[in-house]
């Protein structure tokens, strides 16, 4: 991999991590001049132009960055390599229109930066990325972006840019951050929408560091999964999560699925098997063992499931398969009737749900105290002593401040993400990893 260090400041010059980058960026919007002596020993250096282009500044056999000024605006400087750059912070427009618009520009590199804002985005960079007949570095703004940073090679890349003290675009990772990957490395990651707070890229990074398998878990937060299959198999991702609300849409982009994926109608897990994308459910998985550590049995039981998605037909299978005889309810009443008429399940309206019948009520509902109370599709505020609380969201959130003060059986969310994520992980890397060290990531 061959990174760019950016320096975002004058005192970057003085980290320990610009000494393991092949080269050094200068931005005129930060540097006055070019700092002497900067370069090391096989160092090259970049000068990025900011605004008006000063040939005098370019320093002899640096390369020179002028955005989408024309290269006379350089001529008769000592640059080695002139790089017309174009950045959009808004869009990905179709890899077609990428390639036209760097193909009107006349650097020796040609640099496009894009915001990468969902899964066909990053398709479309890679695509651009592949067909472009040019020396090109061509990058994803955004968490999203990401890897296309870290795909250095397969994306074609002269070179990928990286930060030494505070990121100079969004979604960059830092020098010492990419030292640490290349092309090789295993990369797993999430996809859902709306997902900047979930606690799995710690928790599988833990995992990571514990078992020594090199690897990066990412968060892919997209508005739709269009072109997924082409994502993960494009830039060589080993597995993904699937969350929030793709747990059902993402079947329709694999080639099979486990029977217990099957029997739901949700994945929660993909893995790429040399090719050929496989689903599988890890959630039923950790709904069994977090109601198992926690000592609760469900057989004979009664429960009432919240909720009409992907989380909610897991729930759902695992009771009926374990002797319960549950009920669904939600604001989604054709989900949950879909629910109901696949698992064996009893579909409720919302407003006929006596909340004191049932002693398991399980929460899937992404609600957390950030919402009202009033959302949840019962009163919550009618549970009891007798019943136990098994709100798959983690965090705090109105359910449990409720059944904490009520004094009732609590199962948390934490407990059940770990646990899947045991699993998940296995079916990743092939090797197992302590539910502790998951669960205290979490």
Not at 269 to 280: A, C, E, I
Request: charged content about 25%; some cysteine.
């Amino acid at each position: 991999m061959r990174i760019c260090a950016s320096l975002g400041s004058v005192e970057d010059i003085d980290s320990n991590d610009i000494a393991s980058a092949d080269i050094i960026e200068i931005r005129t919007d930060v540097f006055g001049d070019v700092p002497s002596n900067i370069l090391k020993k096989g160092q090259t250096g970049l000068i990025s132009f900011k605004g008006d282009v000063i040939a005098s500044m370019i320093p002899e056999g640096w390369m020179a960055d002028v955005g989408d000024a024309d290269r006379a605006a350089v001529s008769g400087s000592g640059a080695s390599v002139v790089i017309s750059s174009h950045h959009n912070f808004d869009r990905t427009p179709c890899a077609e229109t990428i390639i036209d618009i760097l193909g009107r520009t006349d650097g020796d590199i040609v640099k496009g930066a894009f915001a990468a804002n969902s899964l066909s985005d990053a398709v479309a960079l890679l695509d651009a990325s592949r067909r472009i007949c040019r020396k090109h570095v061509i990058i994803g703004m955004g968490e999203l972006g990401k890897i296309t940073r870290i795909r250095q090679e397969r994306m074609g890349n002269e070179f990928t840019f990286a930060y030494v003290g505070k990121a100079t675009a969004p979604g960059q990772l830092s020098v010492h951050e990419m030292r640490q990957m290349d092309d090789d490395l295993l990369i797993t990651g999430i996809i859902g929408s709306g997902i900047g707070y979930t606690r799995s890229p710690a928790m599988h990074d833990a995992a990571f560091m514990h078992s020594g398998v090199r690897g990066k878990y990412l968060t892919f937060d997209t508005p739709s999964v269009d072109r997924a299959d082409e994502f993960i198999l494009g830039f060589d991702i080993r597995g993904v999560n699937v969350t929030k609300p793709y747990k059902t849409d993402i079947i329709n982009y694999l080639d099979a699925c486990d029977k217990i994926s099957d029997a739901t109608g949700a994945v929660n897990t993909v893995v790429n098997d040399n090719g050929k994308l496989k689903g599988y459910n890890t959630d039923v998985h950790g709904i069994e063992m977090a109601l198992k550590m926690n000592g609760i049995d469900v057989r004979g039981k009664r429960a009432l499931i919240l909720g009409s998605g992907g989380a909610a037909r897991s729930c759902a299978y695992f009771l009926s398969e374990n002797g319960c005889t549950a009920a669904v309810t939600g604001r989604n009443v054709a989900a949950a009737k879909k629910i109901a008429s696949d698992l064996s399940v009893t579909a409720r309206e919302r407003t006929s749900v006596a909340v004191k019948g049932y002693d398991i009520i399980v929460n899937c509902i992404p609600l957390n105290t950030e919402n009202d109370a009033s959302e949840y599709p019962i009163r919550i505020d009618q549970i009891d002593v007798r019943q136990t609380i098994f709100d798959m969201v983690y965090g705090r959130t109105h359910l449990n401040d409720i059944a904490e003060r009520r004094g009732c059986s609590i199962v948390r969310g934490e407990d059940m993400l770990a646990h899947q994520g045991v699993r998940s992980f296995e079916l990743f890397t092939s090797g197992r990893v302590p539910f502790s060290v998951m669960r205290n990531a979490v």
